[in-house]
């Protein structure tokens, strides 16, 4: 089992930015994949970026590219993604999630394309609240 632990969020003005922080249980090595999400009262979970592989390469979400970077501490075994120029409707609570590893070429196409449901496991989120 893969336990995650968000930090980060807040409350900031429009065009502010905020760094938020993922740390996963045990090493780097037993994940494959680590990715961010965030979702919106009566909204779906929405992906935002991901890292995959030992590479690892990199993906993000055609709406945050640019003002989001994903990165990883590996002697920390933590994930961040810096956003930067936050905007309200960047409010939202985000997740980090994990995938321990891939069976098949169908959940790599999944996990690369964001969807939510290539991954095991999640943490609790942080909130990210963003005012004008």
């Known amino acids: 089992q893969v336990q995650l632990v968000e930090s980060g969020g807040g409350l900031v003005q429009t065009g502010g930015s905020l760094r938020l922080s993922c740390a996963a249980s045990?090493?780097?090595?037993?994940?494959?994949?680590m990715g961010w999400f965030r979702q919106t009262p009566g909204k779906e979970r929405e992906f935002v970026a991901s890292?995959?592989?030992?590479?690892?390469?990199?993906y993000y979400a055609d709406n945050v590219m640019g003002r989001f970077n994903i990165t990883r501490d590996i002697a920390k075994n933590t994930v961040f993604v810096q956003i930067d120029n936050l905007t309200p409707e960047d409010t939202a609570v985000y997740y980090c999630?994990?995938?321990?590893?891939?069976?098949?070429?169908?959940?790599?196409?999944?996990?690369?394309?964001?969807?939510?449901?290539?991954?095991?496991?999640w943490g609790q989120g942080t909130q990210v609240t963003v005012s004008s």
């Open positions: 890292l995959i592989g030992s590479g690892p390469s990199t």
């Open positions: 045990g090493s780097f090595l037993s994940i494959y994949s």
């Open positions: 999630a994990a995938d321990r590893d891939v069976s098949s070429q169908a959940i790599l196409s999944r996990l690369r394309i964001g969807a939510s449901d290539a991954y095991d496991y």
